[in-house]
């Protein structure tokens, strides 16, 4: 009997221990939590071409990646990143756990190609935001004057 018992409660307690390796210590499995903040377009100079900037915060314990940017007001949005003052398309930028991914005058940019209509200082465009990991955000970017210049440093 004894032994049966033993059996029991080491069976109980490897079932417990998996149940708690399942859980955590209370938070789910790791994922990115991602949110949109200072996001603008500055007025396009050009009729068929327009910048545009934003951050990406990752609160979560997973990095992501964002793979695509697509948008009404154009035909085709690119990924840029600028070092040195080359730029470079980029076909997707990682998203650190508890981490940043910024777009800002200078640096890493959006650049709205083959423009279906010129935005206009204090119209917005949706922008919609594809990850590797996480579902989609979309986004109502601000147009702003040709040379805003933000205090968050974009």
């Known amino acids: 009997m004894r032994r049966r018992t033993a059996a029991l409660s080491a069976g109980a307690l490897t079932g417990a221990l998996a149940l708690t390796g399942c859980s955590g210590s209370g938070a789910g499995p790791e ?80 650049m709205f190609e083959k423009l279906k209509h010129t935005p206009k200082q204090g119209q917005t465009v949706t922008v919609k935001l594809d990850f590797a990991k996480s579902g989609p955000l979309t986004v109502e970017m601000p147009v702003k004057s040709t040379t805003y210049n933000p205090s968050t440093g974009h």
């Not at 007001?73 to 990682?94: I, P």
């Not at 998203?95 to 890493?108: C, D, E, M, Q, Y």
């Open 31 to 110: 994922k990115a939590e991602l949110s949109v903040s200072a996001s603008y377009m500055p007025q396009p100079v050009s009729a068929d071409m327009a910048a545009g900037f934003l951050t990406i915060t990752n609160k979560g314990t997973s990095e992501d990646e964002l793979t695509s940017v697509t948008s009404d007001v154009a035909g085709e949005v690119t990924m840029h990143s600028t070092t040195g003052g080359a730029m470079a398309e980029q076909s997707s930028f990682a998203i650190p756990a508890h981490g940043k991914l910024v777009f800002r005058s200078g640096g890493n940019h959006l």
